[in-house]
């Protein structure tokens, strides 16, 4: 009995003992942080302090958190909690863990520095809060920081911040009392503070500060720092750019003054309208100055009888001052346009009577709408056929000049306006019946103009046209005799000629009658193909279509630019069969590209023969090419009407095969293979059906002969043409039928028929007689109707 | 190629008459070769030919007579001493 007493007594022991090793008290502690009971752990942690090496940290810890709790109710005892923490360092013992007291340490500093930063902000005097928060400054400069670095740099971008937004209202203080350089000095350092805060509003609003701050105090800036105030408020931005137009206007630099209003003070106020008052004084003021200046030329030119020098002056700066007043002055302008014509004539006149056709030429086409004048339009051909004459067409210009002169003589209402001019021609009526222009279906002509029969009295325009033609080309083959830059004048000219001869044939309504070049060159293409497209739409001629291709430049719609599309695809698909590209062909017989051609009819309708033929010029370079036969069957494959290209095919590949077959430089199975393809696309034609029947006869004979490696692909062939025999096969089958005939001889020798050795199993029969009987089976199924 | 007009001398209006009286005058004056006057005259005396003929005159645009612009424009004078600086003032 006392023995279990004693032991009762020594585990009692035991276990009191065991209660208090620092380990077990340490893990009492962290039971008790883990229950948020931080007080009674915060007793025990004290206790093991010098014990265990982590007791210092979870001591800080808890502490830490004690602090965190109190800090929004007791500011200065969190902050005496957050230093005890801190102060702990001085009595850390030499095995404890530093690193984890580190990282508390670091964030009781952290929570010390914010609630500094928050009382600092509550404090009334302006100098003393930058003073605070510069020291706070410091304070983080000098912390560690370790494991709270982001809350480290958030809380000094609010000390920036707020430095930041301390130095703009200072400066606007400052501004407030015009103490200029002051304000600017307190904006440059928000500037600073900002940059270093990320605070983009404080620092394009500072910019907008120093702006107006060294407007108000007549100071320049850089340029650099508009785009700062771009981004500023918006009430900032229209005092900068209004004060900033008012400097600017004071300096006279009234250009971007008015576009700095237009841009930045584009809203209704009448103080904005005051400054585009004063715009509108100085432009007025200059349009007078200018009005004045023309009068004094006008007064010397007629003092003078307009020498063409000072005629030429005033015609070209005429120009500049209409542009400058247009917009303000309209009647001003409208009366400056008005001296315009007059000044041209004499101009005009006196390059014509110079011959200076290439200045005649550079004065007409510089007006407005000239095409529209027939006298600018009749002017501009007889300025190219003088220049012409003169020997002066050059690699440069002979395009401008040769569409210029077809486009003016194509032009009916020249020759019609003409007629009006002159008297002579009283006695005559003139008829439009042959001319080459549209025809001027659409005018109201003069009585002594009409679209009768020519005769003696009514005089054909046509042949008038048709007379200025040829004196034109007559003065390209006399004046330029040099081969080469002949060829490119004639083929331009042929060119340019044959497209106005095609669209003006057309007679559609409401065209404009040029040369492909002219409406180029001067941007008209589309007053050709608009008509052309609505002529379409109502008559579906395609030659309308094909008319408007010279002319369908820089075009993205309509039924001309559809056929355009379709030409060029055609064209494509031609190439890549001369250039055996066999991959570019697959891309381009897609299905969007068969509905294309098909759009049209005339494209459509030619585009076999034209496969035919381009495949035609390639058989005949290299009628052995067998990379054309997979060209063929794509084209086969994409074309709609394809009859003629199937014939083709067929011919050239039995050609191909009996030619190969012959020179034994083809095997006989790849030679029943394409003419089973052949036969496909030709089954009633005799030669290739013959063809087939004799390689079907050669690989039987092969099969029995040899030892064939493609029986069954060969027999599996046989099978397929033997289900696609049409009645031309059938007629030509003789020669199978003596095989089999032979056969059934050699057979009735043995005292067999046909049938008994067909139906003969295998196993009764050797190597050969098993071939035999196949060739027989294949041979009876051929000839079998 | 010279103008017909210019080898017989006459104006683009000439009548027949004129036309066959300044082909005689131009043979006395012999400035161009009898050829070149048969020529011109053949030109002349077919209407298509001389319509063709007619298109190397020059035709003038519409102009009036220039004359010298009007200056009266109505405006309202107005200075930068006008202008309220501090129109748009943002503190």
């Known amino acids: 009995m006392e023995v279990v007493i004693l032991l009762l007594v020594l585990i009692i022991l035991g276990y009191l003992i065991y209660q208090l090793f620092p380990s077990t008290e340490y893990k009492k502690a962290l039971y008790l942080i883990d229950k948020n009971n931080f007080f009674e752990a915060i007793k025990i942690l004290s206790k093991i302090y010098n014990k265990h090496p982590m007791a210092p940290a979870k001591l800080a810890e808890c502490k830490l958190q004690l602090g965190i709790e109190i800090k929004s109710k007791n500011e200065n005892e969190a902050i005496s909690i957050f230093n005890e923490i801190i102060n702990l360092n001085n009595s850390l013992p030499s095995k404890a863990n530093v690193s984890e007291y580190s990282l508390i340490v670091s964030k009781a500093l952290y929570y010390i520095i914010e609630i500094n930063f928050f009382n600092i902000r509550n404090l009334i005097n302006d100098d003393l809060k930058i003073q605070k928060l510069k020291e706070n400054l410091k304070l983080i400069e000098n912390s560690k920081n370790i494991g709270f670095e982001k809350e480290f740099v958030n809380l000094k971008h609010e000390h920036f911040s707020d430095l930041s937004l301390m130095y703009l209202n200072f400066g606007i203080t400052l501004e407030k009392a015009a103490n200029f350089s002051y304000a600017i000095k307190n904006y440059t350092f928000a500037i600073g503070f900002a940059k270093k805060s990320n605070n983009l509003d404080i620092f394009n609003n500072s910019y907008a500060r120093i702006g107006i701050s060294k407007l108000k105090n007549n100071e320049d800036f850089g340029s650099e720092i508009l785009s700062f105030i771009n981004k500023s408020k918006e009430n900032f931005k229209r005092d900068f750019y209004f004060r900033y137009s008012k400097r600017l206007l004071s300096e006279k630099k009234y250009v971007i003054a008015e576009e700095i209003i237009n841009t930045h003070l584009n809203f209704n106020s009448i103080h904005v309208e005051n400054l585009k008052k004063i715009l509108n004084v100085k432009k007025t003021k200059d349009a007078i100055k200018k009005v004045k200046e023309i009068n004094f030329k006008l007064e010397q030119l007629y003092e003078n009888s307009f020498p063409i020098e000072d005629v030429k002056s005033l015609y070209n700066s005429s120009d500049i001052t209409i542009d400058n007043v247009k917009l303000f002055l309209p009647s001003l302008s409208i009366k400056i346009e008005q001296i315009k014509p007059s000044l041209f004539n004499r101009l005009l006149s006196h390059f014509i009577f110079d011959e200076q056709y290439e200045d005649a030429i550079n004065l007409i086409i510089k007006f407005p709408k000239f095409w529209e004048s027939p006298e600018l339009l009749k002017n501009l051909g007889m300025c190219c056929f003088g220049l012409t004459s003169l020997g002066l067409l050059t690699e440069d210009n002979f395009r401008s000049i040769i569409s210029c002169w077809l486009t003016s003589i194509f032009s009916d209402n020249v020759f019609l306006n003409s007629i009006k001019e002159t008297s002579w021609d009283d006695e005559y009526s003139f008829t439009f019946s042959d001319s080459i222009g549209s025809g001027c279906f659409n005018d109201i002509l003069p009585s002594n103009v009409n679209h009768d029969e020519p005769s003696n009295v009514n005089i054909s325009i046509g042949a008038a046209q048709v007379e200025l033609l040829n004196q034109f080309e007559s003065l390209l083959n006399i004046k330029y005799s040099d081969n080469n830059f002949n060829k490119k004048i004639i083929d331009f000219y042929e060119f340019e000629k044959k497209s106005i001869e095609n669209v003006a044939t057309l007679a559609v309504d409401n065209i404009f009658i040029a040369s492909p070049y002219f409406t180029i060159s001067f941007d008209l293409t589309h007053k050709v193909i608009d008509a052309l497209d609505l002529d379409f739409a109502e008559f579906s001629v395609e030659r309308t279509l094909k008319s408007g291709l010279p002319y369908c430049i820089n075009i993205n719609s309509g039924f001309v630019y559809n056929y355009k599309q379709a030409t060029v695809l055609v064209d494509s698909i031609i190439n890549a069969i001369i250039s055996e590209n066999i991959t570019k062909l697959i891309t381009l017989f897609t299905n969007e590209n068969k509905i294309l051609i098909n759009k049209f009819d005339t494209i459509s309708n030619s585009f076999q023969d034209n496969i035919f033929n381009t495949i035609l010029l390639r058989i005949n370079l290299n009628n052995e090419n067998e990379k054309l036969i997979p060209i063929m069957n794509e084209c086969i494959n994409f074309s709609q009407k394809n009859d003629k290209l199937k014939f083709q095919y067929s011919n050239f590949v039995a050609d191909l095969c009996i030619e190969k077959v012959n020179k034994d430089i083809m095997n006989n199975y790849i030679a029943l293979g394409l003419m089973y393809k052949a036969y496909v696309f030709s089954k009633d034609s005799s030669r290739i059906c013959k063809n087939l029947i004799t390689l079907i006869k050669y690989n039987l004979l092969d099969y029995l002969n040899d030892d064939y490696e493609n029986s069954i692909s060969m027999f599996k062939l046989i099978t397929e043409i033997q289900n696609n025999r049409s009645d031309k096969f059938h007629e030509c089958n003789e020669e199978l039928k003596t095989e089999l005939k032979n056969i059934e001889d050699v057979l009735k020798s043995h005292g067999l028929s046909i049938h008994e050795f067909i139906r003969r199993s295998n196993s009764s029969l050797n190597h050969n007689f098993i071939k035999l009987k196949k060739i027989t089976i294949s041979l009876f199924e051929l000839t079998t109707t | ?91």
């Open chain 2, 1 to 91: 190629m010279i103008s017909p007009y210019l080898i017989l001398n006459i104006k683009q209006d000439s009548d027949k008459k004129q036309i066959l009286k300044a082909q005689i005058l131009a043979m006395k004056n012999k400035i161009y070769t009898l050829q070149e006057i048969a020529k011109a005259t053949k030109i002349l005396l077919d209407p298509s030919k001389r319509l063709a003929a007619d298109f190397m005159f020059p035709a003038k645009i519409k102009a009036k007579r220039p004359s010298k612009i009007s200056v009266d424009f109505q405006f309202e004078e107005i200075t930068l001493n006008d202008i309220n600086e501090n129109a748009f003032d943002s503190i």
